[in-house]
């Protein structure tokens, strides 16, 4: 909906799954929904996880939709409550970016939605098909755990685009570059430079647990 060039050749994947966001009030609502949709639960999962993640599966298209309540809980933490109105079809691009970016073990997959995400969108202060960097520098700044993920991939991201000699026919890799360099000019939370000090020795990140049917 938000990046008309994710079907250029060069950037095309396959999708085989959805992650949508809601709220914990509407959680009754959701499941309801989903079983209408011919939607099969798995029970086991959203009895251990509904409070936060709700996991279907459709049988005859052999899909899969995750549903997120209240919170992105990932690799990182991406609070979300005051985020759901501010598009009407998707979560405002800079949060887009940010689920991509809290991926500690991003595929290729992902970081092609990021060269997408970044061609498509000009960066700046505001949620309109805008990134706006100010909610990037927000959560980054604030967690040095995300902000290491954060760069990792951003170094991922632009190896490939060097790799597959994007650079010309995309804006990505500018866009990047200016959006990193707002982050590292940003001041730093003093819980950002306490964990700063520990830095490696501690891990930093969560490996979610991951729910596939294949």
């Known amino acids: ?10 950037l095309q994947r396959t999708y085989r799954d959805a992650d949508l966001v809601g709220l914990s009030s509407q959680k009754r609502g959701i499941e309801t929904l989903f079983a209408e949709l011919g939607y099969q ?9 509904g409070h936060q993640r709700l996991f279907f599966w459709d049988p005859h298209h052999e899909r899969q939709i995750d549903v997120f309540l209240d919170q992105l809980r990932m690799c990182h933490t991406l609070d979300l409550r005051q985020r759901l109105t501010l598009d009407r079809w998707t979560l405002p691009l800079a949060d887009l970016l940010l689920t ?7 595929n290729e997959k ?4 990021i060269v997408a995400l970044l061609h498509d969108h000009p960066l700046g ?10 909610r ?3 959560v980054l700044a604030n967690d040095w755990g995300w902000y ?5 991939n951003v ?23 200016e959006l990193w360099r707002a982050v590292e000019e940003a001041p730093k939370s003093r819980s950002w430079k306490l964990r700063a000090m520990v830095g490696e020795r501690k891990r930093w990140y969560e490996l979610p647990e991951e729910v596939r049917r294949d």
Not at 160 to 176: M, N, T
């Open 148 to 152: 290491r993920t954060a760069k990792e």
């Open 125 to 134: 202060y505001g949620d309109e098909e805008t990134i706006d960097i100010q």
């Open 100 to 106: 991509k970016l809290q991926i500690w073990e991003a």
């Open 41 to 49: 639960a798995d029970r086991e999962f959203n009895t251990l996880h």
């Open 1 to 10: 909906m938000h990046s008309p060039s994710a079907t250029h050749r060069q």
């Open 155 to 177: 170094e991922r991201v632009r190896a490939l685009i060097l790799e597959r000699d994007l650079s010309e026919e995309f804006v990505s890799l500018r866009r990047l570059e």
């Open 136 to 138: 990037i520098i927000e």
């Open 110 to 113: 992902d970081l092609v939605d």
